[in-house]
């Protein structure tokens, strides 16, 4: 059984860093499939962030691309998402998820973290 | 860009009845790469159809997804009271990469 788990700060201060990370159990990340990230503004729609591929290779959301890094430590299994000068509009539910290449496709989802971007 | 229109906002029906959800793209899109969601309160999307009109594992037979180009349909043939949720389409290509529609919320009449 595939689970991901979002863990990290609920709380960020304007400008400043938001670090997530989404420890995967049930399925090695090295073994293929996309992992990504998607938020949710409170009482609105999704939004995707952006993947990684088990190789390393990065897709980004070209409307985040310049604030955004995720990297993969594959020894940990495990995935992180940093989102630069954060602002209130980057306050949102933020979920992990696992993306399928050949149906485009996201099979598996974390429960979600709320960050709030708030001094 | 490829954008997706869902359609009605808002659907009231009443259990047992037949729900009717559409998704419209503002360009033509594989439908190997469309797919269908359920969110309820305080909960992560839960994948029902991929590649159009194939059920995800798990997912009751009253569901069902068709269509291609650019209009999408997710149709729920008789209604359980547990199928009251956003329902959201979204399709896998270019940049960006995955896109949403804004969500159909089936309500309860």
């Known amino acids: 059984q595939v689970q991901l788990q979002e863990s990290g700060p609920g709380l960020v201060k304007p400008s400043e860093t938001l670090s997530l990370t989404c420890t995967v159990s049930g399925y090695s990340i090295s073994s293929g499939f996309y992992w990504g990230w998607i938020r949710q503004p409170p009482g609105k729609g999704l939004e995707w962030i952006g993947n990684i591929y088990h190789s390393g290779d990065t897709y980004y959301n070209p409307s985040l691309k310049s604030r955004l890094t995720i990297s993969v430590d594959t020894s940990k299994n495990q995935f992180s998402l940093k989102l630069i000068s954060v602002t209130a509009a980057d306050t949102a539910v933020y979920y992990c998820?696992?993306?399928?290449?050949?149906?485009?496709?996201?099979?598996?989802w974390g429960q979600g973290t709320l960050v709030t971007v708030s001094s | 860009e490829i954008v997706l229109t869902q359609s009605p906002g808002t659907l009231s029906l009443s259990p047992g009845e037949r729900a009717t959800l559409s998704c419209r793209a503002s360009?033509?899109?594989?439908?190997?790469?469309l797919a269908w969601y359920q969110q309820k309160p305080g909960q992560a999307p839960r994948l029902l159809i991929y590649?159009?009109?194939s059920r995800a594992t798990g997912v009751p037979d009253r569901f069902s997804g068709s269509g291609s180009g650019t209009d999408f349909t997710l149709t729920i043939s008789r209604l359980e009271p547990e199928d009251f949720a956003v329902y959201y389409c979204q399709q896998y290509g270019s940049s960006p990469m995955y896109t949403f529609g804004q969500g159909t919320k089936l309500e309860i009449k």
């Open positions: 590649g159009a009109s």
């Open positions: 998820a696992r993306g399928d290449k050949n149906w485009g496709s996201i099979d598996y």
């Open positions: 360009q033509s899109v594989s439908s190997s790469y």
